[in-house]
C-alpha cells in the first residue's frame, strides 16, 4: 500500500501543533462533545489519531483508516503510552473508499483530510465520507479556513500555502487553492449544525465544521 508519510510522518504531528500554536489539536478535537460514550466515530486520514485517542478515552468506539502505515505506527504508540482509554479502538490501514460501511457511524470526522485531494475529486471523498455516516449522525471536517477579502485573506492564503507547499514537495498531497469546506460539507447531503473557528491573534485560521446528515 502506498505510503505517502515514510519520511515526513513521524514530525507531522509536532510541527502542526507548533506551526498553529496550538490551535490545529483544539480544531481536530472540539467537536467529540456531540459524542456519547458508546456511539461509533471513524476518522478518515487519522494520521496521529489526537481526535481518535481523545474519542476513545470518552468511551466512544473508534475506527481509524489510514493509507500510511507510518501515520497508524505513530497512532498506535501513541495509544499504548494513553491512560483511561475507555472504548476499544481498530485502526485500519486502507484507502477510505474501501471502507464501505454505510450509515454505519453516529459520526465521521476528516481532519485535515479533505485538503489532501485536489479540486476534481474532494467532492467525491467529501460524498463518500457522508455516505457512512447515519441518517441524523454527524460529518465533521476541520480545515483551514476559506480565505476573506482584504489583508486578512492574504494571511489566511499565506498560511496555507505554506503548509500545503510544504505538504505538496514531500507528500503525495495536491497543491491547490483552499477548497470551500462549508460547501463540500453541505453538498454531501447535510446541514450544517455549527462552526467553531480557531485564532492566532484574532485571525481565523481554522475551522471546524458540523454537518448533521438528513434523517432519511
Ligand atoms: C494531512 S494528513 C492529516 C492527518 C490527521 N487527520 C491530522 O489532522 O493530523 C492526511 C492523512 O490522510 C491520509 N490519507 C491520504 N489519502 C488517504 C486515503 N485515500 N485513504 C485513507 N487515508 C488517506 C494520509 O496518509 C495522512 O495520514
Known amino acids: ?15 502542526g501543533n507548533i506551526y498553529s500554536l496550538g490551535q490545529i489539536p483544539k480544531c481536530k478535537s472540539t467537536m467529540l462533545k456531540y459524542l456519547k460514550p458508546g456511539q461509533k466515530l471513524l476518522v478518515a486520514g487519522a494520521g496521529h489519531g489526537t481526535e481518535a485517542i481523545r474519542a476513545a478515552q470518552m468511551g466512544v468506539n473508534v475506527t ?6 507510518t501515520m497508524l505506527k505513530h497512532l498506535n504508540a501513541r495509544l499504548d503510552k494513553c491512560s483511561g482509554i475507555k472504548a476499544p479502538m481498530t485502526c485500519i490501514n486502507d484507502d477510505i473508499f474501501n471502507i464501505q460501511d454505510t450509515e454505519k457511524y453516529d459520526m465521521v470526522i476528516a481532519n485535515f483530510f479533505l485538503n489532501v485531494f485536489p479540486e476534481k475529486r474532494v467532492d467525491e ?6 455516505t457512512l455516516v447515519k441518517p441524523g449522525g454527524y460529518f465533521v471536517v476541520g480545515e483551514f479556513v476559506l480565505p476573506e477579502k482584504g489583508f486578512a485573506g492574504l494571511l489566511q492564503k499565506l498560511n496555507w500555502y505554506l503548509a ?3 505538504y505538496s514537495a514531500t507528500t503525495e498531497a495536491a497543491l491547490h487553492p483552499v477548497h470551500d469546506y462549508a460547501r463540500l460539507v453541505r453538498g454531501s447531503g447535510c446541514d450544517i449544525e455549527s462552526i467553531e473557528y480557531f485564532r492566532i491573534m484574532g485571525l481565523n485560521l481554522y475551522w471546524s465544521i458540523l454537518g448533521k446528515k438528513k434523517s432519511a
Not at 64 to 69: E, G, H, I, Q, T
Open 1 to 15: 500500500m502506498k505510503d505517502g508519510y515514510k519520511w515526513v510522518g513521524f514530525q507531522y504531528e509536532f510541527t
Open 125 to 130: 471523498v467529501a460524498n463518500h465520507l457522508a
Open 164 to 166: 500545503i507547499l510544504m
Open 64 to 69: 481509524a483508516v489510514d493509507l500510511s502505515a
